[in-house]
């Protein structure tokens, strides 16, 4: 099957994916009803579909992942695409090379999209602005993952048929994280209402200028919400006290069983993981009939897929009217 | 020595009330005299034999601008400056007299560092330039530098440049032993435990953006602490890159109380908003970082009343290879002495909020009041330090044309109305933009 075969029904004319903030409501529909489509036609990413043949997909990882890139590595595969893993954990600078010449590199091997990962918020713009390439966020500091929210308003939509109209607790650690910021911005362009909850130490101030409500109490909002999102506690990107306790964090905004019973019946549990067990979420609960956390992780091969895809219907190409 | 005379421009100096159409007469390196203007009159038959006329018709004659605190990096980082380059850069840019920062490597914090500054601006024969020593040994922040042995090198202040003075026992000792010197100390006011990690100004951009932080709070606590110590100690204290709300209202009370404090702002800090953060533009990337729009109306209002009675191009000039990394390990910084009086003019002087007096003042008697140099005037006998502007010049700057040896400028190939297009230092033409007749 040839790239300009498949059906995309909404709009997109993207050459890169740097954040859902800057995304209409349409594109994210476009991503989204593509990856429903590849899940018919993958047999829920399974399958191989050919769409990306004959193209080499760079996984430049600056910080350590390996949920992220073996997901990306496989949806790449599955389309067909030559793929090429760098991982560099240290910052390029301190190796003699800037990130730019390290990118640069590896695209001159004949690179067609470079998916890229880093520690620092707007690294993968600066890429997009050297590069020819089409660059895709896998996550820049604390800024945005965009296809984290997708693959978590994805799975939302799986399991509600909707996004308009619903209420999401976003849980945890809202400052230092890109999950937060991709979700916002999704759901609130998608209609949801959207609460984020958590100790005032990780909840920057002016949050409620995107758009969102604030919480610091979970029980008070636990009623009310038709999911929630438990943002993992990121220790590697505090620097000193933001809570007094693990303990003290688990029991004010864990989700644990007695949790789960003052919920909605229906409430839908997503986690974007890593997931530290006992910290924001309990054994009982992950595993428990309301959580949707290795759904989360087969539909984001899937919006990976469809993201690949729909940048390389836009790439720049060496020849022109190829692809 | 030769003459020079500078016919009917516009005659603004602060420092003597003068804004009157005049002609201006130099000689021997001084300001000799200054005579009404009378259209369409010859310049005077008693002029000395082989006097210079420049006809400044159109243009604003100012005393020499003089800028507080430059970095030159000369000694140590040559790669983005030296003092050769940043003086022309400064002449370009109007200055005729700039303190030199001590952050270079090794630190000015010695005699010898401070005359090798002296030694290369007198081999560079571009602009004035006047050391700022190191208030601590190797910035360290823990033990005065040699203070009277920099004064005897020629150091005019004292800086530990961007690194704040965190101990208040050091700073104390500090405001106590300039005393005797009466040399201030230029601190750059921010808690640094605030400040780390932080790469713009905190609030609701940062937010958006995942940025860190650098939080209003960062200056204004190390500011009333200043304040406080400068009380304490009745020393003379100056403040660098101004750029908050509180920090002005506390400088104003405190000035007010007659504590010995001033401040300086600089020209990027009125122009531009935290805003310009969101490409993640490195070269945007300041310390302290562009804040929002309610600190910047009230630097322009401590500039209105006098609060803050400087103008500083706090130049930072670094390579390119330096600015192309990723935000959290590019070095903070514009190279601006270029655009500096181009920049002030669209802050300022365009929106209404300065008279050119006024403006002027900051650039110019400010400034020298501050250094405690008898310059930034053009009263009969000062130094013939001028500054010719052309008010309606419009121009596109070109980063690639920069006489600096960098080019980290957030505002390349913007255009911009109005510029100095003469210098003259000493009595003599040191630059010009276009070839004098």
């Known amino acids: 099957m040839q790239l300009n075969e498949l059906p995309v029904t909404g709009p997109w004319g993207e050459r890169h994916l740097l954040g859902l903030e800057t995304l209409s409501a349409e594109q994210l529909g476009t991503i989204l009803d593509l990856a429903d489509e590849l899940r018919e036609r993958t047999e829920n990413g399974t399958r191989r579909i050919e769409l990306l043949k004959g193209l080499a997909v760079a996984n430049l990882f600056f910080e350590n992942s390996t949920r992220t890139r073996t997901s990306f590595s496989l949806a790449a595969r599955r389309l067909g695409a030559d793929t090429v893993d760098f991982t560099a954990s240290s910052s390029s600078l301190s190796k003699g090379e800037t990130f730019i010449d390290t990118a640069r590199t590896i695209e001159a091997m004949g690179v067609d999209m470079v998916i890229c990962r880093h520690r620092t918020p707007g690294a993968p713009h600066l890429l997009a602005d050297h590069l020819r390439s089409g660059v895709l ?31 999401v607790a976003l849980v945890g650690d809202i400052r230092h994280s890109r999950v937060a910021r991709s979700n916002i911005h999704g759901l609130l ?8 909850c958590g100790p005032p130490t990780l909840i920057p101030a002016d949050i409620r200028r995107l758009g969102v409500e604030v919480a610091w109490n979970f029980d008070e909002i636990l009623p009310e919400v038709d999911c929630v999102n438990l943002l993992r506690v990121q220790f590697e990107r505090q620097r000193g006290a933001f809570f007094p306790s693990i303990a003290e964090y688990a029991s004010l905004f864990g989700m644990n069983g007695d949790r789960i019973r003052r919920a909605r019946k229906d409430v839908l549990v997503l986690a974007p993981g890593p997931i530290n067990r006992g910290v924001e979420i309990t054994p009982e609960v992950a595993d428990g009939p309301h ?3 290795l ?5 984001g091969l899937l919006i990976r897929m469809a993201c690949l895809t729909l940048l390389a219907r836009e790439r720049k190409t060496p020849e022109a009217g190829a692809a | 020595m030769s003459s020079l005379w500078i016919s009917g421009g516009r005659v603004v100096d602060p420092a003597s009330g003068v804004d009157e159409i005049a002609d201006l007469l130099v000689s021997s390196g001084k300001i000799a005299s200054l005579h009404r203007h009378s259209a369409g009159a010859s310049p005077p038959a008693d002029l ?36 050769a380059t940043g003086t022309a850069a400064a002449l370009a840019g109007g200055f005729c007299t700039i303190a030199a920062q ?37 910035h360290a922040g823990t033990e005065l530098a040699e203070i009277g042995q920099l004064v005897d090198g020629g150091a005019v202040a004292f800086s530990d440049a961007k690194t704040p003075i965190s101990n208040s026992e050091v700073m104390r000792r500090a405001l106590e032993y300039t005393r005797m010197f009466n040399r201030p100390i230029f ?10 990690g932080g790469v713009m100004h905190e609030g609701f951009e940062a937010t958006r953006l995942g940025l860190r932080g650098i939080p209003a709070a960062a200056q204004d606590i190390m500011t009333g602490r200043d304040i406080a110590l400068a009380e304490l100690t009745e020393g003379r204290i100056h403040l660098m890159c101004v750029t908050t709300r509180d920090s002005v209202s506390q400088i104003r009370n405190a000035r007010a109380r007659g504590i010995r404090v001033t401040a300086d702002v600089t020209p990027h800090h009125l122009l531009l908003t935290d805003s310009v953060m969101s490409t993640f533009d490195t070269l945007c990337k300041t310390n302290p970082p562009f804040r929002s729009r309610d600190h910047i109306e009230a630097l322009i209002e401590g500039l209105k009343d006098g609060t803050i009675s400087a103008i500083s191009s706090d130049h930072q000039p670094h390579s390119f290879e330096k600015k192309q990394v990723e935000l959290d390990v590019a070095p903070f910084g514009i190279c601006s002495l270029e655009t500096t009086l181009s920049v002030c003019i669209r802050a300022l002087i365009e929106p209404g909020h300065l008279t050119w007096t006024q403006l002027l003042a900051a650039l110019t008697s400010g400034p020298a009041a501050i250094l405690g140099i008898a310059a930034g005037t053009l009263r009969p006998e000062s130094p013939a330090d001028i500054t010719l502007i052309d008010p309606n010049f419009e121009w596109t700057v070109d980063a690639t044309r920069f006489a600096s040896r960098s080019r980290n400028t957030p505002f390349h190939n913007q255009v911009f109305r109005g510029r100095a297009v003469v210098t003259i230092v000493d009595g003599q033409v040191r630059w010009s933009l276009n070839p004098l007749p």
């Open chain 1, 137 to 167: 966020n896998a996550g820049d500091g604390t800024h945005e993952h965009p296809t984290q929210g997708l693959l978590d308003i994805f799975t939302i939509r799986r399991h509600l048929g909707r996004i308009r109209g619903l209420t």
């Open chain 1, 189 to 196: 362009k998608l209609g949801a209402r959207v609460i984020v």
């Open chain 1, 291 to 293: 959580s949707v956390i």
């Open chain 1, 295 to 299: 759904d989360q992780v087969t539909n």
């Open chain 2, 48 to 83: 000395p034999a082989g006097t210079q006329v420049i006809d400044a018709t159109g243009l604003i004659v100012s005393p020499g601008l003089i800028d507080l605190h430059v970095s030159l990096r000369e000694p140590g980082f040559e790669e983005d400056e030296v003092t």
């Open chain 2, 102 to 138: 001590s952050d270079t490597n090794p630190v000015v914090d010695n005699r010898s560092a401070a005359e090798f500054i002296r030694l290369q601006a007198d081999r560079a024969a571009n602009c004035r330039v006047l050391p700022l020593g190191a208030v601590t040994r190797q």
């Open chain 2, 187 to 196: 601190h750059f006011s921010m808690v640094p435990e605030l400040m780390e």
